[in-house]
């Protein structure tokens, strides 16, 4: 399994850009960028996915580097409910049925 | 929304005891997994399940079996539970093409 590489932790203020990064240097070319977000005693919860432009949505963009080896999800304003462990994986369109689930990086928001 | 949903949020089971995890999807995807998640370790597969009737062992199967009678429901079964069996549960499901949706997780502890 293609696997990813997070910081531990970050922190930032309330009503601040959040910029998460994440280095995939063995992604192939059939992996989808997928970030999920935990909250406490909660299941993961999907946010966003992108194969190789740029994405936004309603809760965030993601940002793809041009080589794909690099991605970086936005939180354009923290909220304090927006605290939890954020994760990004890779998965294969040719065997989606296997990922790599790592540590992730938990995200401290202060008001 | 789409959902799915772990029957039980909290269970304390006895040593040796026969548990049954229950998960519902709502969204008729073919493809069902049940993960558990350790502090440390990130998510592991114990098993998934591509179609109704069908199963495939994950990373970690021993000591949990499965079961799937019909598309919308995914039981996870500790033949006899053990303390090394404590953990948090989650079971989430997928169509080829779409993100994962994760039930809220059940954090099992056998005493």
């Known amino acids: 399994d293609a696997k990813t590489t997070q910081p531990n932790s970050m922190e930032s203020n309330e009503e601040e850009p959040v910029h998460l990064p994440c280095n995939h240097s063995t992604i192939s070319g059939t992996d989808y960028i997928h970030w999920y977000r935990q909250l406490p005693s909660q299941g993961p919860e999907y946010v966003i996915h992108g194969l190789t432009s740029n994405v936004n949505n309603r809760m965030a963009s993601l940002a793809i580097a041009e080589d794909r080896k690099s991605s970086t999800l936005i939180l354009h304003r923290a909220t304090l409910r927006d605290a939890a462990v954020y994760y990004c994986?890779?998965?294969?369109?040719?065997?989606?049925?296997?990922?790599?689930f790592g540590s992730g990086t938990k995200l401290n928001v202060k008001p | 929304d789409v959902k799915v949903t772990q029957s039980s949020r909290y269970l304390v089971k006895r040593t040796g005891e026969k548990v049954f995890l229950e998960c519902v999807q709502d969204m008729d995807h073919e493809n069902m997994f049940w993960y558990r998640q350790d502090p440390g370790l990130g998510l592991r597969l114990i098993y998934f399940?591509?179609?109704?009737?069908?199963?495939e062992k994950g990373d970690i199967p021993e000591g949990y079996s499965v079961s799937r009678e019909k598309k919308e429901r995914f039981s996870l079964i500790l033949e006899s539970a053990s303390t090394n069996q404590t953990s948090m549960y989650l079971c989430?499901?997928?169509?080829?093409?779409?993100?994962?949706?994760f039930g809220s997780g059940t954090r099992l502890t056998v005493v």
């Open positions: 989430a499901s997928i169509d080829r093409g779409s993100s994962y949706t």
């Open positions: 994986i890779l998965i294969s369109t040719a065997n989606f049925n296997k990922f790599y």
């Open positions: 399940s591509y179609d109704v009737k069908m199963k």
